[in-house]
């Protein structure tokens, strides 16, 4: 195969790809929460227990997160939706008015009360892939918040709701 499909052609194509959403959280060097919503979000290991968040160089938040020694990977649940808009927002205004969760892990990285499960990460990794940045985090503590199950997912460039399927 000699060329790339466009961008276009590009786009079209993984907006058929549900993606969970998911709010990433860190303390900036001078100790201000800072955050974005992200939808590039996978496990990566087991042993060690890693994941990976894809992080477009051209957020004003990218150098922040990706220098950070810690951060915490928020899953969304539908209840979220307006969470999600929020810190896809304006930068300065994405912890406005945002319960935060207090506890051993809010030290590390800014808490979201509001959310279906909380990831608090040390920087694995940092790789650079074309237009974004590969952040890798190895998972130290887990915080399932008791929510019914269900996630806030972006797909066919929309919010929609996941829910099991009951079993019969």
């Given at each position: ?62 150098d ?15 209840e ?13 205004q994405?912890?406005g ?7 051993p ?26 237009d974004?940045?590969?952040?890798v985090?190895?998972?130290?503590a ?22 099991p399927?009951?079993?019969r």
């Amino acid at each position: 195969m000699s060329r790339d499909i466009s961008a276009d052609q590009f786009r079209a194509a993984m907006a058929s790809l549900a993606a969970p959403v998911t709010v990433v959280t860190c303390y900036d060097s001078a100790g201000t929460p800072r955050g974005l919503t992200a939808s590039a979000v996978s496990s990566l290991s087991l042993d060690p227990p890693l994941l990976l968040v894809c992080l477009d160089r051209g957020s004003r938040t990218h150098d922040v997160l990706t220098s950070a020694e810690t951060f915490t990977l928020h899953l969304l649940s539908p209840e979220n939706e307006e969470l999600a808009k929020k810190f896809a927002g304006p930068t300065d205004q994405r912890f406005g008015n945002v319960p935060l969760a207090s506890g051993p892990s809010s030290r590390h990285a800014p808490q979201l009360a509001d959310c279906a499960l909380r990831l608090t990460c040390a920087r694995h990794d940092v790789i650079e892939a074309g237009d974004h940045t590969i952040l890798v985090g190895r998972v130290a503590a887990s915080d399932c918040l008791g929510r019914p199950a269900g996630g806030l997912v972006w797909h066919h460039r929309g919010f929609a709701h996941a829910r099991p399927v009951e079993v019969r």
